[in-house]
């Protein structure tokens, strides 16, 4: 890839990746079906944009991490941190990024390179067991298994109804985690990419439906990925985190994934390993540039993670995504070809739908875009939100926002 060749434009079918126009419908679609074509983000006017956001602003303040549900993480982490004293416990992931949502889990690994990492989760799972039959124990600990997966060695458990995933002598997660708060700070506007992740994995996980490695879909890091893809390529017209949305779900649902794989270069063409060209964006510079994306793998390169290979060595599947920091590791790896058609027509009548909620006027608008997000909303009711009409504070002119100090900043710490 030192002698970059640029093709002239992205071919697609139709405009959409496999030519494929089988809707995805959304649990929450509760409204008629969309036009079959969205218009672009920027032909809808700024009082549409002004007025969604603020009600996109009620509804990301209903699923954002609270200080609450941040003690309680950190409190099993530190929990855990004690019962397995003789290791080294580290915390990675969206919890300390603050960027889970609601019911989000916790990923923690135990760092001893000394022992072999099946025989160190058996050692694991033995005291969480342990613990289990402890009527002691500071909190409930139970379902726990150790998953003897090929990659990866795992162990899960649920601990006072949080589940809790254990890796074994993964500075992966450590290094990616790092990765994505460097990059929080370069987008800053009061961490307006952590904001727009959390809005965009609610919407792909309780709506879509396309979130979930462990199912055969996106991972949490392939997502994230896709989000900086999004900024990098869009840097001046993201102003709130709806709008990184509708970005998202109008780029992507027309990326070709057969003749593509994405990297923050730019698409990559599989058949020549040549990048393509961007499309047309806001007529600026790529915000990140390939000198930052070159420190950044330098910077947050794995100790003793062998040597890097080219990107001969990629190993392509059916969603292509090129790891940031390691170029032969591909994050849609997880995606099978039944699920891609899954996601490109989920984002395909995502991207329609949202087009013609910002299409209308007044409170239909504020209604259709609470409709959009019902599942979540739905979800949450009576298990996370107080058993008061949530519907009615998003609904006309008035927003009560939840106290400012209900909410922490979303720290990069």
Not at 202 to 231: D, K, M, N, P
Not at 322 to 332: A, C, F, Q, V
Request: hydrophobic content about 35%.
């Amino acid at each position: 890839m030192a002698d970059v060749k640029f093709l002239k434009s992205v071919p697609t079918h139709n405009g959409v990746c496999y030519g494929h126009n089988r809707l995805c419908p959304l649990p929450s679609s509760l409204s008629p079906l969309p036009p079959a074509s969205n218009q672009g983000p920027t032909l809808i006017s700024s009082d549409s944009w002004d007025r969604a956001e603020m009600t996109t602003r009620v509804i990301l303040s209903m699923i954002e991490p609270t200080k609450s549900s941040n003690l309680m993480r950190m409190n099993i982490f530190k929990y855990v941190e004690r019962l397995l004293g003789n290791f080294q416990v580290y915390l990675y992931g969206s919890v300390p990024l603050n960027t889970y949502l609601p019911d989000g889990d916790i990923d923690l690994t135990v760092l001893c390179p000394t022992i072999p990492n099946d025989q160190l989760a058996l050692e694991v799972c033995k005291i969480l067991k342990d613990e289990e039959r402890n009527e002691a124990a500071q909190f409930k600990v139970k379902d726990t298994h150790f998953i003897d997966a090929a990659e990866v060695k795992l162990v899960k458990c649920v601990i006072q109804d949080i589940v809790v995933d254990i890796s074994f002598n993964q500075l992966g997660g450590l290094t990616t985690y790092r990765f994505l708060v460097q990059i929080d700070r370069r987008l800053g506007n009061a961490h307006l990419f952590k904001r727009s992740l959390i809005l965009i994995k609610a919407w792909c996980y309780y709506e879509s439906r396309i979130l979930g490695s462990q199912h055969g879909l996106l991972s949490t890091y392939a997502l994230e990925t896709l989000v900086i893809h999004i900024f990098n390529l869009f840097p001046t017209s993201l102003k709130d985190p709806l709008s990184v949305l509708y970005r998202f779900l109008d780029y992507f649902s027309k990326f070709d994934w057969e003749n593509h794989c994405l990297s923050l270069k730019g698409p990559i063409c599989k058949h020549t390993h040549t990048l393509v060209e961007f499309p047309v964006n806001d007529n600026s510079a790529l915000l990140l540039s390939k000198e930052f994306l070159i420190n950044c793998r330098k910077l947050y390169k794995i100790p003793f993670d062998g040597l890097e290979t080219d990107l001969v060595f990629f190993r392509m599947k059916h969603l292509d995504i090129i790891d940031p920091l390691k170029e032969n590791n591909n994050l849609g790896r997880s995606v099978s070809r039944g699920n891609l058609y899954r996601i490109c027509s989920a984002l395909k009548f995502g991207a329609r739908k949202l087009s013609w909620i910002l299409s209308l006027s007044g409170d239909r608008m504020t209604e259709e875009l609470q409709n959009y997000f019902c599942n979540t909303l739905n979800r949450l009711e009576g298990k996370y939100l107080p058993s008061t009409s949530y519907r009615s504070s998003v609904r006309g002119q008035t927003y009560h926002l939840k106290d400012e100090d209900d909410f922490p900043p979303l720290s990069c710490a």
